[in-house]
């Protein structure tokens, strides 16, 4: 016989054992889901490139097909100039250096020699233009004579001309734009001036011509951070540079017309610190999410294009869950299209209820994206801190910097991106891949000097040679200060 044994009291009942199992199979099914997420964002880490992150073009792998970096809209119309388009052609140059008559040439059908028949010059020209580089050798002798009260006179030597042999301006402004705007290495600058020019010139004394070009441009260097203090919107970055083995760091402030770099050990705030702009800037400053640039008491905008960035990495990653994320990318670039639009018309905002409907879209596709993305919980009894998915760290900084985010919209002075801190960093990053590193951080600051002195021009539409031949002959051209931003 038999006991009846009541399966809902008893502990070991096939009723608790049920439950047991729903609960192991509700944790397995968690920590599926935990592992699955996490799949995702290595396979997203992997995947990575200058489409969907912050790296550079240059790290994209050569055997993958290159990803789309930008979001213009193709007008499918086809390459080169439209139908319709006036075109331009080289003009004819009414005083060439030299004038060449083609005589006539060979025999007439009678057997006479055409050179013999008279000719007359025809007007149809045919130009051809050819570059012809030479050294010029200006020698300098002095005369000596006597009064008729018998006292000798001797002249002098202009100013600058000190010793029996040396290099003039143009030629040291020649290897200073070689080497720091063009940036080729000091070998290969002298290297093209004795091959092509004729000059002689060692590397030794192009590093002499680079210390004195970086000491008369301080001031100037100083007069462009001193004017950027006072601009309405200015653009900052950071990249890091190789100093022998040292990794130092290269930071920017830059407007369209202005441009200060300034070399630092550090990244952060002790290197924003010793840069001393941003303390006294009082306008708009356009930054990534660097935290440091937030300790500065001036209103920000973050780029954008960044933010672009993050939402392609997410759409890609798991595109059924994070639908959001092309849902905000077209919102911003709706935004970014109105605003262009808007400041062609000429005006100074967007519609208030223009910029309402579009905080009220952000607002609700930050709803949907964090009901899809919630927290992550430590497990039960641990205190330890979690680490959160990129998405819910995105979203998170999307509402608590709303306003840094969209205020592209609010205030049209504001640009969409931070490109304008990318272009100017760009050229430093490519100095470095040229020349690999810079020897010491004395180069380092030369060259942050004068690319600051010369990118500004350059900005301005100046000539910067030019503005490097005055620079060695005492007077280096002052940049516009307070141009438009």
């Not at 660097?290 to 905008?301: F, I, P, Q, V």
């Not at 400041?343 to 905080?359: N, T, Y």
């Not at 272009?423 to 690319?451: H, N, V």
């Not at 600051?452 to 007077?475: C, E, N, P, R, W």
Request: charged share 25%; proline share 7%.
């Amino acid at each position: 016989m038999h006991e009846h044994v009541d399966a809902t009291t008893n502990p070991d009942g096939p009723a608790t054992e049920l439950e047991r199992l729903r609960a192991e199979n509700a944790a397995l099914r968690a920590l599926v889901e935990q592992l699955q997420q996490r799949i995702a964002e290595l396979e997203a880490r992997l995947n990575k490139d200058s489409h969907n992150s912050n790296k550079p073009p240059s790290s994209d792998s050569p055997f993958k097909k290159p990803p789309p970096r930008s979001q213009r809209k193709s007008a499918g119309r086809k390459p080169g100039g439209q139908k319709g388009h006036p075109g331009a052609t080289r003009e004819l140059a009414e005083d060439p250096d030299q004038r060449v008559t083609v005589p006539l040439s060979g025999e007439c059908d009678c057997g006479r020699a055409c050179a013999a028949i008279a000719a007359e010059v025809l007007p149809e020209r045919r130009q051809v233009i050819e570059l012809e580089i030479r050294r010029q050798v200006v020698e300098y002798r002095t005369v000596a004579g006597t009064c008729a009260c018998g006292r000798v006179h001797r002249s002098d030597f202009p100013e600058g001309v000190a010793a029996p042999v040396q290099y003039g301006p143009s030629v040291s402004a020649l290897a200073v734009y070689l080497t720091e705007y063009q940036l080729l290495l000091y070998q290969r600058t002298a290297e093209l001036l004795a091959q092509v020019g004729g000059i002689p010139l060692s590397p030794g004394s192009v590093h002499r011509a680079v210390a004195v070009a970086g000491h008369r441009l301080k001031p100037m260097e100083q007069a462009i951070r001193d004017a950027l203090i006072t601009v309405s919107v200015a653009h900052a970055d950071e990249t890091g540079i190789r100093v022998g083995t040292k990794l130092y760091w290269l930071h920017v402030l830059s407007t369209p017309a202005l441009t200060a770099y300034f070399p630092h050990p550090k990244r952060g705030a002790e290197a924003l610190d010793a840069f001393g702009l941003l303390e006294l800037f009082t306008g708009v400053l356009v930054p990534d999410h660097w935290s440091a640039y937030e300790r500065y008491r001036c209103l920000h905008a973050f780029c954008n294009a960044h933010h672009l960035r993050e939402l392609i990495a997410l759409a890609e990653t798991i595109p059924s869950q994070q639908r959001w994320a092309e849902d905000m990318s077209a919102l911003l670039c709706e935004a970014n299209t109105r605003t262009a639009a808007a400041r062609l018309e000429g005006l100074d905002a967007l519609p208030a209820a223009e910029v309402e409907r579009l905080h009220e879209r952000y607002d609700a596709i930050l709803d949907t994206a964090a009901q899809r993305n919630p927290p992550r919980s430590p497990p039960p009894g641990s205190k330890r801190r979690v680490k959160q998915s990129p998405a819910y760290n995105l979203v998170k900084r999307l509402r608590e910097k709303r306003e840094e985010v969209l205020r592209f919209i609010t205030d049209l002075r504001v640009p969409f991106d931070n490109d304008q801190a990318e272009r100017d960093m760009r050229m430093a990053k490519l100095k470095q891949k040229i020349s690999g590193t810079f020897r010491t951080d004395a180069g380092l600051e030369r060259f942050a000097t004068i690319r600051s002195y010369l990118s500004t021009l350059h900005k301005q539409g100046a000539d910067v040679f030019q503005a490097l031949v005055l620079t060695f002959q005492g007077s280096p051209p002052v940049p516009a200060l307070g141009v438009a931003e």
